[in-house]
């Protein structure tokens, strides 16, 4: 169980709490402790054994006392005493986006509504655009995202499945004979969401490398348990397959369970035109029967007569072609990002001080970093009035000042008003050196008004990008309806860049509206919108992103050197 499940049972806590419509002091600490927590680097069990926990700011001695309970039993009495008060479907509910605790306890406590099959029913004859406050609109915008949770339901975000597979393969590393463990499928594509989860590798005692993952103190349940295949259930629910091979067919194998189905089949099709079949064994001549085993994936592909193709690129979208003609793209690494654009700070609705947000962003060895909290638009991100950025102006250029190893920038994630407008005027706006604007309110617009809304807040020579442009948060909100292909022109008109937002639950642009962008010479930047240094780790998501949208180094504006960076904010406007 790691800070991520800890956090996650608090905000759970916290949400049956405003379910309750308990004091908001209650809702609240629960929140704050599973945010403080979410933010820190060190293991929630060695902070617990030095006893750190109680050292950090959102977490009293009290919800201490839960932690170390949950670490300790696996449960937590009151949240077990909290699911108790509710039906079971009726928590259910608040899985749908955009139906939070308080529209769930007034469907329950109203309409008698217990499950999500009822809710559908309220949704559809009426009685949930009955209630004040609603209407048919809001009703509509529920049935859609209830049909889209019966689609996602088996699904896990990326964000979520990375740290439980690296903490796996973590405690099997030093399993004697063990090798090669790489994930499969989705999850090794980078897809934003994940279902099944493989873990694939080789091992010269099986029967050993098996026995060891099955006593891991991360499952919870053995579901099979064989010599080369074990399922199980880890302890934060989620089911995992872990498969062995002989390590002359691990490339084959590797291969066989990576791709996604639309480019399994090509490369099937692909390889009967060259009268060869294929499976996780390896490539069998047709005619012959002579099957080749592989031990690595570039002779796999060699034997097709094809490129490696990398894992981000194995989703049917004419890689293979690309791969015949030994035109795939140079795809970014987390390598090339020489700074982060895009990094708030306790001015606004970050956890740190400017300095500490620097610091971080030094340790990673980049070349540049700027700060960016939110403007005063944003209520509740504790956004910056005229007055105060002035201030932070200062603050920041005195800590650039005094950093002689990193590039310091001064910069806002502005908000885009409803009209387009921006929350700065520009006599703010041309003192900072980054501007990246982004929509934070207003997301049921109607189509045409939110794509002119985005395009004249490009329009305005200040704005340097676009922050999360569709804005969407996985699993609980929709992109608002903006035509996106007018964005892109107006982006590659005025100059201006467009954000892959590495937070794992927007990532945002999705990786086929970044390569729809650098295919129209829109630049892109990779940034984590951090609120504490830990986020700062996000970005190998954004750069999973690009590399799925076929984004190359120089399609990447903190790809380039702080020279070149300023070269090109000096770009002429619109």
């Given at each position: ?180 463990l790489v994930p499969g499928g989705s999850l090794r594509r980078w897809a934003p969401t994940i279902g099944d989860i493989d873990i694939m590798g080789t091992s010269t005692d099986a029967t050993v490398a098996m026995g060891c993952l099955v006593s891991l103190p991360q499952v919870r349940q053995v579901l099979s348990h064989g010599h080369t295949k074990s399922t199980i259930i880890t302890d934060n629910g989620l089911q995992v397959d872990f498969r062995i091979v002989e390590a002359e067919a691990y490339g084959s194998l590797v291969q066989h369970f990576t791709g996604s189905r639309d480019h399994n089949i090509e490369l ?307």
């Open positions: 169980m790691n800070n991520a499940d800890v956090a996650a049972a608090l905000a759970e806590v916290a949400e049956l709490l405003e379910l309750k419509n308990e004091s908001g002091f209650r809702i609240r600490a629960y929140e704050n402790a599973a945010k403080a927590l979410s933010n820190q680097t060190e293991d929630v069990r060695s902070l617990v054994a030095t006893g750190g926990l109680v050292k950090i700011k959102g977490i009293g001695s009290g919800i201490a006392r839960t932690i170390e309970e949950l670490l300790s039993t696996g449960h937590i009495v009151y949240l077990d005493q909290l699911r108790s008060e509710f039906p079971e479907g009726v928590r259910r509910l608040m899985s749908v986006p955009g139906v939070g605790p308080s529209l769930a306890r007034r469907v329950y406590v109203e309409l008698g509504v217990t499950n999500l099959d009822e809710f559908r029913v309220a949704a559809e004859d009426g009685r949930l655009a009955s209630l004040p406050g609603l209407g048919e609109k809001s009703a509509q915008n529920v049935l859609r995202a209830m049909e889209r949770v019966n689609k996602q339901e088996s699904r896990v975000s990326i964000g979520k499945a990375v740290p439980l597979v690296e903490e796996l393969m973590d405690a099997l590393k030093d399993v004697p004979g063990l090798d090669n099937r099709e692909f390889a009967l035109s060259r009268g060869q079949s294929l499976n996780e064994y390896g490539i069998q001549d047709v005619k012959s029967g002579t099957r080749m085993s592989f031990s690595d994936e570039t002779s796999f592909y060699a034997a097709l007569d094809l490129e490696l193709i990398p894992p981000e690129l194995r989703e049917g979208r004419g890689e293979i072609s690309a791969a015949r003609a030994r035109r795939l793209p140079n795809l970014v690494t987390l390598g090339d990002i020489r700074g982060d654009l895009h990094v708030h700070t306790e001015w606004s609705d970050g956890t740190l001080p400017i300095e500490a947000m620097v610091d971080a962003a030094r340790q990673r060895g980049y070349e540049y970093m700027c700060i960016t909290d939110h403007s005063g638009g944003i209520g509740v991100a504790g956004g910056l009035s005229e007055e105060r950025i002035l201030q932070q102006i200062d603050a920041v250029h005195e800590v650039a000042g005094a950093s002689s190893d990193i590039h310091v920038l001064m910069g806002s994630e502005v908000d885009i008003r409803r009209d387009g407008s921006l929350d700065f005027p520009d006599q703010i706006l041309e003192r900072l050196d980054w501007v990246v604007a982004s929509v934070h309110s207003g997301f049921n617009q109607p189509e045409e008004q939110m794509t002119q809304r985005i395009i004249r807040a490009m329009e305005n020579p200040h704005v340097d990008a676009i922050g999360h442009p569709t804005g969407r948060l996985i699993g609980k909100r929709e992109p608002y309806a903006v035509d996106m292909e007018a964005v892109f022109a107006a982006a590659a008109r005025t100059r201006t860049a467009l954000e892959i937002n590495s937070f794992p639950e927007r990532l945002d642009l999705v990786d086929v509206h970044a390569r729809r962008a650098k295919d129209l010479g829109v630049m892109l930047v990779i940034n984590t919108d951090a609120h504490a240094p830990i986020h700062l780790d996000n970005i190998r998501y954004g750069v999973a992103m690009a590399r799925r949208g076929w984004a190359e180094p120089a399609n990447v504006l903190n790809t380039k050197t702080f020279g070149d960076l300023c070269d090109w904010l000096k770009r002429d406007g619109p």
